[in-house]
Structures are given as structure tokens and as C-alpha cells.
């Protein structure tokens, strides 16, 4: 039997603290895509709500999409944000 050897996985808190100190970029890109799903449910509700024809659902839904994204990029950026511990 083959011994698997455990992944070690960064805490959100190392990331963010991590993203923190040194502003990488990258690390930012990965934090937004690790809490996407966050964007994706904001655009489903808006859309939603909206109750839109299908050809306009799918217009607003990449602007909501697109809205999502950019404000959790720039509360990463936000030198008020804190990781939670």
C-alpha cells in the first residue's frame, strides 16, 4: 500500500496575512478566486430578483458578476481589512 502523503494547505489566515505584508499579486488573485463563489451567488440572486427575459438575465448577470469581483478586490486592497482569526 502506498503511503499518501498529506497536503499542507495555508490557512486563510496565513494567506491573508501573508497578502497583507507583502502585496503579492498573485497571492491576491488566489484569494479572489478561492471565495468566487461568493461573486456567483450575488450575480444569481440579483438576476434573480430582477426576474429579467433570459437575453438581459444574461447581461446583468456578468455585470453583477463583474461588480461582485472588483469589490472583493478592493476590500483586499483595503488597508481597514483585517483576517479574522
Known amino acids: ?5 498529506p497536503e499542507i494547505k ?3 489566515y496565513e494567506m491573508f496575512s501573508r497578502y ?4 503579492d499579486i ?14 456567483e451567488i450575488h450575480a ?6 430582477l426576474n429579467m427575459t433570459i437575453y438581459f438575465k444574461s447581461h446583468v448577470w456578468e455585470f453583477y458578476m463583474r ?4 469589490t472583493l478586490t ?3 486592497n483595503s488597508p ?3 483576517p479574522l482569526r
Open 1 to 5: 500500500m502506498a503511503v499518501v502523503k
Open 80 to 82: 481597514h481589512m483585517q
Open 67 to 70: 461588480l461582485s469581483v472588483l
Open 20 to 23: 497583507r505584508e507583502t502585496g
Open 26 to 39: 498573485a497571492l491576491r488573485d488566489e484569494i479572489v478566486s478561492s471565495y468566487i463563489y461568493i461573486a
Open 10 to 12: 495555508t490557512t486563510e
Open 44 to 49: 444569481n440572486l440579483s438576476t434573480a430578483v
Open 74 to 76: 478592493k476590500a483586499l
